[in-house]
């Protein structure tokens, strides 16, 4: 099993990065985050998880063990591939993915990319007993209905899930428990610098 890969950067495609070690070159699919983030020639570091098909040995990297951890879980998933999964976490961050396991969001993981209804019910149940409620899942209430539908609201006009939780995560408490106020809040927190 390949754990690890450290070298150097030689490309960076839509779904991978080329990674130079000791003379040769590693394709490793890797979430969009974290190939954002990077530039041909630097060093890297990534976990990895090797999946080994018939057809394929491919491999999958990632910025930090959890998020291995949790392409792992998402793997155990009846009907979630290696792609699937590794969409996911380019869509869902590690923290997205428990705080919608917490808070019971199926609708989260519906709105990723080639994951239907029944698909994303199957990943809730699946995760429900493996991602313990711990760290700051004990201090993070549930989303209200109406912070529900202010999610909605801003998935729809174009903002990513993780960018519309930051912004209601920044509504102050104080902010009626209304849909438009607590709307128009959380779009100021997208017109701040």
């Known amino acids: 099993m390949i754990a690890g890969i450290r ?3 030689l490309a960076l495609n839509s779904d991978n990065v080329i990674i130079e070690t000791s003379g040769i070159g590693f394709q490793v699919f890797t979430p969009s985050p974290t190939l954002d983030h990077l530039q041909v020639g630097e060093p890297i570091f990534l ?45 869902l961050t590690p923290d997205t993915i428990r705080r919608a396991v917490f808070n019971e969001q199926v609708e989260l993981f519906s709105r990723v990319p080639g994951v239907g209804k029944k698909t994303a019910q199957k990943i809730m149940l699946h995760l429900q007993d493996r991602i313990p409620a711990e760290g700051t899942l004990v201090i993070v209430s549930k989303f209200s209905d109406v912070d529900t539908e202010v999610l909605s609201a801003l998935t729809t006009l174009g903002y990513s899930i993780v960018e519309a939780q930051s912004a209601i995560q920044s509504i102050p408490r104080d902010t009626p428990a209304e849909v438009e106020a607590r709307l128009r809040v959380a779009l100021q927190y997208f017109s701040t610098p």
């Open 7 to 9: 070298g150097s950067i």
């Open 47 to 91: 976990f990895t998880r090797l999946i080994v098909r018939e057809d394929a040995l491919s491999l999958y990297g990632f910025d930090t063990e959890e998020a291995r951890k949790y392409f792992d879980l998402l793997m155990g998933v009846n009907g979630v591939g290696p792609k699937l999964a590794l969409s996911i976490l380019s869509t």
